[in-house]
């Protein structure tokens, strides 16, 4: 007999990054059912910032992939210039071959926040009593991290694969006037779509490697 929880446990445990894909894409239900999800999750002052956005347009995912071609040549030959070695080099290689499949993925999303200023901190900012917002992005992060969190494991009930990629964002310094989203604060890009293998488990840290009581 089940317990309670074991449906949570092997929906987070079950969860793998999926960077293979079935060609098949997703229904568009199953993706606004992930959104919807992800919607859930708390903000600050219920302020709601988080924003996905589904890159479609052929031009725009060529002008993407363009844009990181040329940004990788360009760390290449700074390497270069610098002097730096194999290892770098290979370093910079690789965190280009990690990013460059979610152009084959059946659906790529950026996901991002817009500016609020709900905050406890950004409001005694704009009393004057802190001379800055020392929290805002701080919150936003934790905001999408959170909201991410409910998109993936939505999807994981759904038989979907996803993968959150970052590394992009080191080859895109300009991503946001090139998708056109310049009032969106990009954190990530989310790849979408029906697995086309099963990456292997890697053991997680338990609760007495990440827990103590002071």
């Known amino acids: ?15 793998r990054s999926v960077r293979k894909y079935r060609a098949e894409v997703p229904p568009r239900g199953a993706i606004e059912a992930m ?15 988080v924003r ?8 725009l995912l060529e002008a993407l992939h363009g844009e990181m071609l ?6 290449l030959q700074r390497v270069e210039a610098e002097g730096g070695s194999k290892k770098t080099r290979n370093l910079v290689n690789a965190c280009f071959r990690c990013s460059e499949f979610m152009f084959r993925a059946p659906v790529l999303i950026a996901a991002g926040t817009v500016p609020v200023h709900a905050g406890f ?17 701080t919150d936003l992060d934790i905001t999408l991290g959170l909201a991410l969190k409910g998109f993936l494991l939505k999807g994981r009930a759904l038989g979907l694969g996803t993968c959150i990629l970052t590394a ?5 310094s300009d991503v946001h006037k090139t998708l056109g989203l310049e009032d969106i604060r990009i954190g990530c ?4 779509g029906f697995p086309d ?14 827990y103590r009581e002071i």
């Open 189 to 192: 890009f989310v790849t979408v």
């Open 168 to 172: 992009p964002l080191l080859f895109l």
């Open 70 to 75: 040329r940004a990788r040549r360009e760390l």
């Open 1 to 15: 007999m089940n317990q309670p929880g074991d449906f949570v446990d092997e929906i987070t445990s079950g969860r």
């Open 35 to 49: 959104i919807e999800c992800a919607a859930k999750a708390p903000s600050p002052s219920n302020s709601q910032p």
């Open 121 to 137: 901190s950004s409001r005694l900012a704009e009393a004057k009593i802190l001379r800055t917002d020392r929290r805002g992005e």
């Open 197 to 210: 293998d099963t990456p292997p488990f890697i053991e997680r840290k338990s609760a007495a490697e990440t």
């Open 52 to 59: 996905f956005v589904r890159i479609v347009s052929p031009p």
